[in-house]
Nanobody, 123 residues
Framework: QVQLVESGGGSVEAGGSLRLSCAASAYTISTYSMGWFRQAPGKEREGVIVIDSFGYTRHADSVKGRFTISRDKAKNTLSLQMNSLKLEDTAMYYC?????????????????WGQGTQVAVSS
């Protein structure tokens, strides 16, 4: 069974930075497609950024140039570095994984999910 545990959320002022982490098994980190998704109140879950097992990444247009995904195989973690945060980045952020090679931001394609970590950006 694939277990994903997010951490690193919190409150930050607009323009600030946060780094989210997703802990998983070594096998998951190395071989699964993984990604970060978010859901704001009253809105559907949306893809933020994904990475497949070959290192291919895809970003949502809204986060290009600000968010970076990375996979640390030594620490068995997937990270999301978020810079220049905006009010509209406020949401619950989820880590997700799937055995298939996924290169889209469609959350319905991912089978395994973490419990989420809250990010709140204030002015």
């Amino acid at each position: 069974q694939v277990q994903l545990v997010e951490s690193g959320g919190g409150s930050v002022e607009a323009g600030g930075s946060l780094r989210l982490s997703c802990a998983a098994s070594a096998y998951t980190i190395s071989t699964y497609s993984m990604g970060w998704f978010r859901q704001a109140p009253g809105k559907e879950r949306e893809g933020v950024i994904v990475i497949d097992s070959f290192g291919y990444t895809r970003h949502a247009d809204s986060v290009k140039g600000r968010f970076t995904i990375s996979r640390d195989k030594a620490k068995n973690t997937l990270s999301l570095q978020m810079n220049s945060l905006k009010l509209e980045d406020t949401a619950m952020y989820y880590c997700a994984a799937d055995r298939s090679v996924i290169r889209t931001l469609n959350p319905t394609l991912f089978h395994y999910w973490g419990q989420g970590t809250q990010v709140a950006v204030s002015s």
